[in-house]
């Protein structure tokens, strides 16, 4: 079992400390070492009922739950206090001179008293609790191994296109029908209906369907507490990039101005998911001009008032969605349990209509029960059990249907593991509709000690823990990577209702999000502070007295404070997460180093330039991430002793100093742009960090001093992003045998290059990037290299500059019979005026057989309209040879194109004149 659960509350890792505390490295008083030895064996005992508690968590009665939660609590306790003592003491040296164990001693004193005085308290307290004890009778269950997990391929099949969405074709037909009249006004349609009914994969089914007749689109979801500037910024990022490159200085108003203006004459289609209130309707509905071109707008909400809000304007009626019929709700349940071709066995015939009566018909909650199914036994018993365990079936009224949501979604939660249930709940701290980067999520979990190192690699064990929860459909995934590995994910509203009850019930997490909350909890371990101002004031108070026992602390409001609170004494603190405390100042963070046990640590702020040299004192540390705090100049020199730092991030301003970076041998993930001393940093990387190195997001000018050695080797190293550009590509890099992706900008390419990337054998993702203005070369990649490569990234366009130069042949690239026989996905972001005309009559796109997507982007920046017509005419031509494979072409800077090839030839004579007087000029000048 984990260091940390939601169960147990911290006593496995309790256990490991106190065993560690009566080591012979710890010189401890007589008595305090009897008591720690006291503890150490009841605590024991109380472990294992304690993890018999947690495996029939249902079942407890008051008694029970009541006995656990202060047994709980008191691991806490125990475990915050022996914490304090341990960083007070040090480990000290092995054998230390006399004059400096005297000091150590005299030093030590108070903290060897002062914890004498605790422990004999805190046993006081475990005596009480263990009397208690006797009182109990339960049952133990069983707790089953942890398994290598992977995505159920199932998950993906039955979204992937809306034939395979069960009782979906009708569903987008009829509101295809409804929206897509001959109306030119301005059309509202609500889709309405009780939560997980599957409004939101109608609207969204739909929006794929038919969103590319618009010259306007996007798709945004509303909150329960609504967010207008987030949403309208949302909207503006999807229909407009240069606005919305300007959004972040406007505010409410002008943002609904901008986003009326760009639509004004324009037609657009908008979904707008997950509508709660009708004045919130009211002000998004302000951003949408009422023009005459046709627009249209869905709106999805589980409220009727709502729905006929949104279409009193425009005269027609909610599209109500009813729950499925037996059939559909029969074929979405056995397809999530057997493949589809599958019929269900006869034994399990009966037992399954029980359960699909009792699911009435919602999506939502037969996906759910029926990914509960897939990952037990298929067994009569084992069916009948959990049909037996659901209750009664659902009401026809909204609440009843709630109520059965919640009942099916709190069977899936028991039967979690331990682990996977600590790591959900602490999914509760995330707003609603929260894009939650996975990455992070795994970090924080391993921070805080959900997760055993006795499974394997803790990034393994995490990510087995993501795939898991979207398995058994407790999470969604919202991006998904190449390899297969989830990017984000979010909480569906209801799994996030629940798991924020059972968090307070438990006492995991004190989630502020606007709640009107009139008593917090005596110790607060978990903060996730949402919205900060007058409704947080009451807050502030039961923070303060509680902040010694907080374990994370994380911020969302992305314009408020964080009001007297100062960052000091949050002696527990495993995570700070300021992401969203953009306000914050040097000030702010400059006791940073009295929360000695935290492990992860991210700061966004503008204010930021300095961080203090105390910093060097979280010796547990092992998540820095300062990737936005853009004015930050230089991280201090006491960086280097921060022993067990893993993963180290700053932004592309930050200068990291070289000396004693050896010293981080635990180094795994470094992003840096900038060193006092390049040279002397490769040599300490090369030193320390090569060894476990296994991403690196770097500069040229410090890539090129790590690779320029032919023989380097960083056998661990398996994503590698290099910003700004080569000269070329370096040859040290043909030894990473282990790189998995390569981002790289290169000046100059050629043959050798390409040879030096074709010879990496596990490189399945490469970004590669030339920004010199022309070549005149062909290169063919063959069968010898890139075998892996499932993702290929090829970006080659003009600069604004690129112009005074008019090239007379220019790049081309083709591909071998045989050649990247793993290739998926194929995208080129290409200029006109500096690839080759015959470009993609020679590319030979049909020697990639397994291509299923191919994506062009046609840059069209001062480019001649002829060639890019060219260029269209050309992937027409090779795309042809490609039917199976789903092709986009997109046009760039289509705007900044010229009007016609003679005005780009206009263009291109005065430059270069313009350009050879300059050069004229300047040999005059040096000649005199």
């Given at each position: 079992?984990?260091?940390?659960?939601?169960?147990?509350?911290?006593?496995?890792?309790?256990?490991?400390?106190?065993?560690?505390?009566?080591?012979?490295?710890?010189?401890?008083?007589?008595?305090?070492?009897?008591?720690?030895?006291?503890?150490?064996?009841?605590?024991?005992?109380?472990?294992?009922?304690?993890?018999?508690?947690?495996?029939?968590?249902?079942?407890?009665?008051?008694?029970?739950?009541?006995?656990?939660?202060?047994?709980?609590?008191?691991?806490?306790?125990?475990?915050?206090?022996?914490?304090?003592?341990?960083?007070?003491?040090?480990?000290?040296?092995?054998?230390?001179?006399?004059?400096?164990?005297?000091?150590?001693?005299?030093?030590?004193?108070?903290?060897?008293?002062?914890?004498?005085?605790?422990?004999?308290?805190?046993?006081?307290?475990?005596?009480?609790?263990?009397?208690?004890?006797?009182?109990?009778?339960?049952?133990?269950?069983?707790?089953?191994?942890?398994?290598?997990?992977?995505?159920?391929?199932?998950?993906?099949?039955?979204?992937?296109?809306?034939?395979?969405?069960?009782?979906?074709?009708?569903?987008?037909?009829?509101?295809?029908?409804?929206?897509?009249?001959?109306?030119?006004?301005?059309?509202?349609?609500?889709?309405?209906?009780?939560?997980?009914?599957?409004?939101?994969?109608?609207?969204?089914?739909?929006?794929?369907?038919?969103?590319?007749?618009?010259?306007?689109?996007?798709?945004?979801?509303?909150?329960?507490?609504?967010?207008?500037?987030?949403?309208?910024?949302?909207?503006?990022?999807?229909?407009?990039?240069?606005?919305?490159?300007?959004?972040?200085?406007?505010?409410?108003?002008?943002?609904?101005?901008?986003?009326?203006?760009?639509?004004?004459?324009?037609?657009?289609?908008?979904?707008?998911?997950?509508?709660?209130?009708?004045?919130?309707?009211?002000?998004?509905?302000?951003?949408?001009?009422?023009?005459?071109?046709?627009?249209?707008?869905?709106?999805?909400?589980?409220?009727?008032?709502?729905?006929?809000?949104?279409?009193?304007?425009?005269?027609?009626?909610?599209?109500?969605?009813?729950?499925?019929?037996?059939?559909?709700?029969?074929?979405?349940?056995?397809?999530?349990?057997?493949?589809?071709?599958?019929?269900?066995?006869?034994?399990?015939?009966?037992?399954?209509?029980?359960?699909?009566?009792?699911?009435?018909?919602?999506?939502?909650?037969?996906?759910?029960?029926?990914?509960?199914?897939?990952?037990?036994?298929?067994?009569?018993?084992?069916w009948e059990r959990l049909q037996d365990s659901i209750g009664t079936g659902p009401s026809l009224d909204n609440d009843?249907?709630?109520?059965?949501?919640?009942?099916?979604?709190?069977?899936?939660?028991?039967?979690?593991?331990?682990?996977?249930?600590?790591?959900?709940?602490?999914?509760?701290?995330?707003?609603?509709?929260?894009?939650?980067?996975?990455?992070?999520?795994?970090?924080?979990?391993?921070?805080?000690?959900?997760?055993?190192?006795?499974?394997?690699?803790?990034?393994?064990?995490?990510?087995?823990?993501?795939?898991?929860?979207?398995?058994?459909?407790?999470?969604?995934?919202?991006?998904?990577?190449?390899?297969?590995?989830?990017?984000?994910?979010?909480?569906?509203?209801?799994?996030?209702?629940?798991?924020?009850?059972?968090?307070?019930?438990?006492?995991?997490?004190?989630?502020?999000?606007?709640?009107?909350?009139?008593?917090?909890?005596?110790?607060?371990?978990?903060?996730?502070?949402?919205?900060?101002?007058?409704?947080?004031?009451g807050a502030v108070f039961a923070i303060k007295e509680t902040k010694i026992y907080v374990r994370s602390l994380t911020?969302?409001?992305?314009?408020?404070?964080?009001?007297?609170?100062?960052?000091?004494?949050?002696?527990?603190?495993?995570?700070?997460?300021?992401?969203?405390?953009?306000?914050?100042?040097?000030?702010?963070?400059?006791?940073?180093?009295?929360?000695?046990?935290?492990?992860?640590?991210?700061?966004?702020?503008?204010?930021?330039?300095?961080?203090?040299?105390?910093?060097?004192?979280?010796?547990?540390?092992?998540?820095?991430?300062?990737?936005?705090?853009?004015?930050?100049?230089?991280?201090?020199?006491?960086?280097?002793?921060?022993?067990?730092?893993?993963?180290?991030?700053?932004?592309?301003?930050?200068?990291?100093?070289?000396?004693?970076?050896?010293?981080?041998?635990?180094?795994?993930?470094?992003?840096?742009?900038?060193?006092?001393?390049?040279?002397?940093?490769?040599?300490?990387?090369?030193?320390?960090?090569?060894?476990?190195?296994?991403?690196?997001?770097?500069?040229?000018?410090?890539?090129?001093?790590?690779?320029?050695?032919?023989?380097?080797?960083?056998?661990?190293?398996?994503?590698?992003?290099?910003?700004?550009?080569?000269?070329?590509?370096?040859?040290?890099?043909?030894?990473?045998?282990?790189?998995?992706?390569?981002?790289?900008?290169?000046?100059?390419?050629?043959?050798?290059?390409?040879?030096?990337?074709?010879?990496?054998?596990?490189?399945?993702?490469?970004?590669?990037?030339?920004?010199?203005?022309?070549?005149?070369?062909?290169?063919?990649?063959?069968?010898?290299?890139?075998?892996?490569?499932?993702?290929?990234?090829?970006?080659?366009?003009?600069?604004?500059?690129?112009?005074?130069?008019?090239?007379?042949?220019?790049?081309?690239?083709?591909?071998?019979?045989?050649?990247?026989?793993?290739?998926?996905?194929?995208?080129?972001?290409?200029?006109?005026?500096?690839?080759?005309?015959?470009?993609?009559?020679?590319?030979?796109?049909?020697?990639?057989?397994?291509?299923?997507?191919?994506?062009?982007?046609?840059?069209?920046?001062?480019?001649?309209?002829?060639?890019?017509?060219?260029?269209?005419?050309?992937?027409?031509?090779?795309?042809?040879?490609?039917?199976?494979?789903?092709?986009?072409?997109?046009?760039?800077?289509?705007?900044?194109?010229?009007?016609?090839?003679?005005?780009?030839?206009?263009?291109?004579?005065?430059?270069?004149?313009?350009?050879?007087?300059?050069?004229?000029?300047?040999?005059?000048?040096?000649?005199n």
């Open positions: 079992m984990a260091g940390v659960g939601v169960g147990t509350g911290v006593m496995n890792s309790l256990l490991g400390k106190l065993t560690a505390l009566l080591s012979d490295e710890y010189n401890l008083l007589k008595s305090v070492r009897k008591e720690i030895q006291f503890l150490e064996r009841e605590l024991s005992g109380m472990r294992v009922l304690l993890e018999r508690l947690a495996d029939m968590e249902e079942k407890l009665d008051g008694l029970a739950k009541g006995w656990r939660d202060r047994v709980r609590d008191l691991s806490y306790d125990i475990e915050d206090c022996i914490d304090r003592f341990m960083d007070r003491l040090g480990s000290g040296d092995a054998k230390p001179k006399f004059m400096k164990r005297t000091a150590r001693r005299l030093k030590t004193l108070w903290a060897r008293h002062n914890i004498a005085t605790q422990i004999k308290e805190l046993k006081a307290r475990v005596v009480e609790e263990s009397e208690r004890r006797d009182r109990y009778k339960l049952d133990e269950s069983c707790y089953g191994p942890t398994k290598t997990v992977e995505i159920d391929p199932r998950i993906t099949s039955l979204h992937e296109e809306v034939k395979d969405l069960v009782a979906m074709d009708g569903r987008v037909k009829q509101v295809t029908a409804l929206l897509m009249d001959e109306s030119m006004e301005l059309k509202v349609l609500p889709i309405v209906g009780s939560g997980g009914l599957g409004k939101t994969t109608l609207a969204m089914e739909v929006y794929r369907k038919i969103g590319v007749d618009f010259q306007c689109r996007g798709f945004v979801s509303v909150s329960r507490t609504l967010d207008l500037e987030k949403l309208l910024k949302d909207i503006l990022s999807q229909i407009d990039k240069d606005a919305y490159g300007n959004s972040n200085r406007w505010e409410k108003e002008q943002l609904i101005r901008e986003t009326k203006q760009i639509l004004t004459g324009k037609r657009y289609f908008i979904v707008i998911d997950d509508v709660w209130k009708e004045q919130d309707w009211k002000l998004v509905k302000a951003a949408f001009p009422e023009n005459n071109n046709g627009s249209r707008i869905i709106a999805t909400t589980r409220i009727t008032g709502v729905a006929n809000q949104c279409c009193s304007n425009s005269g027609g009626q909610p599209y109500q969605m009813v729950p499925l019929d037996d059939d559909a709700s029969r074929k979405l349940f056995l397809k999530r349990i057997f493949s589809s071709d599958d019929p269900c066995p006869s034994e399990l015939e009966e037992v399954s209509t029980g359960i699909l009566r009792k699911c009435g018909g919602l999506p939502l909650a037969i996906s759910t029960f029926a990914s509960l199914l897939a990952n037990k036994p298929h067994k009569k018993d084992e009843g249907n709630l109520k059965v949501m919640k009942d099916i979604l709190l069977l899936s939660y028991w039967d979690l593991p331990h682990h996977l249930k600590t790591c959900l709940l602490y999914l509760s701290i995330y707003p609603e509709d929260h894009k939650i980067k996975c990455k992070e999520l795994k970090w924080k979990w391993m921070a805080e000690g959900f997760l055993d190192r006795q499974w394997g690699r803790l990034d393994e064990v995490a990510e087995n823990c993501i795939n898991e929860l979207v398995n058994r459909n407790m999470i969604q995934s919202v991006d998904v990577h190449f390899n297969g590995t989830v990017k984000y994910c979010r909480v569906h509203d209801m799994v996030l209702d629940l798991i924020i009850s059972l968090s307070d019930e438990e006492n995991f997490a004190t989630v502020l999000n606007g709640r009107v909350c009139n008593q917090f909890p005596n110790k607060i371990r978990r903060l996730s502070m949402q919205f900060s101002g007058k409704e947080n004031n911020t969302f409001s992305q314009f408020g404070q964080m009001p007297h609170i100062v960052l000091v004494d949050f002696h527990a603190l495993r995570v700070l997460d300021l992401a969203r405390c953009y306000w914050l100042k040097n000030k702010d963070v400059k006791h940073i180093g009295s929360s000695r046990q935290l492990r992860y640590l991210r700061i966004r702020s503008g204010e930021i330039t300095e961080l203090p040299d105390e910093i060097g004192k979280l010796q547990h540390l092992e998540t820095l991430d300062l990737r936005y705090c853009y004015f930050l100049l230089r991280l201090p020199s006491t960086v280097a002793q921060l022993r067990k730092l893993v993963r180290l991030f700053v932004s592309y301003g930050t200068q990291l100093p070289a000396s004693g970076f050896w010293s981080l041998q635990a180094l795994e993930e470094l992003r840096v742009r900038e060193t006092d001393d390049p040279v002397r940093f490769a040599e300490e990387v090369n030193e320390s960090g090569k060894c476990n190195l296994r991403y690196l997001h770097t500069s040229e000018q410090i890539a090129e001093r790590l690779f320029c050695n032919p023989c380097c080797t960083y056998p661990y190293l398996q994503v590698l992003k290099i910003q700004c550009g080569f000269g070329m590509v370096p040859r040290g890099m043909a030894s990473l045998k282990n790189l998995v992706k390569l981002c790289i900008n290169v000046k100059e390419f050629d043959y050798e290059g390409l040879q030096v990337l074709m010879g990496m054998p596990s490189l399945a993702n490469l970004e590669l990037d030339i920004i010199r203005v022309a070549i005149n070369e062909k290169l063919i990649i063959d069968s010898d290299g890139f075998k892996l490569l499932k993702v290929f990234r090829f970006h080659y366009t003009l600069f604004p500059n690129g112009i005074e130069v008019k090239p007379t042949g220019g790049l081309q690239l083709a591909f071998a019979p045989g050649a990247m026989p793993a290739l998926r996905c194929l995208r080129l972001d290409l200029s006109p005026m500096i690839v080759a005309s015959n470009f993609f009559a020679d590319l030979v796109v049909e020697h990639l057989p397994g291509l299923a997507q191919l994506e062009v982007e046609i840059d069209c920046y001062e480019a001649a309209p002829g060639r890019v017509k060219a260029m269209e005419c050309s992937i027409e031509k090779a795309t042809n040879l490609l039917p199976k494979c789903r092709i986009r072409v997109r046009k760039a800077f289509e705007r900044l194109m010229f009007k016609d090839d003679e005005e780009w030839e206009d263009v291109v004579t005065k430059r270069i004149s313009a350009k050879k007087g300059d050069q004229k000029n300047e040999r005059v000048t040096t000649k």
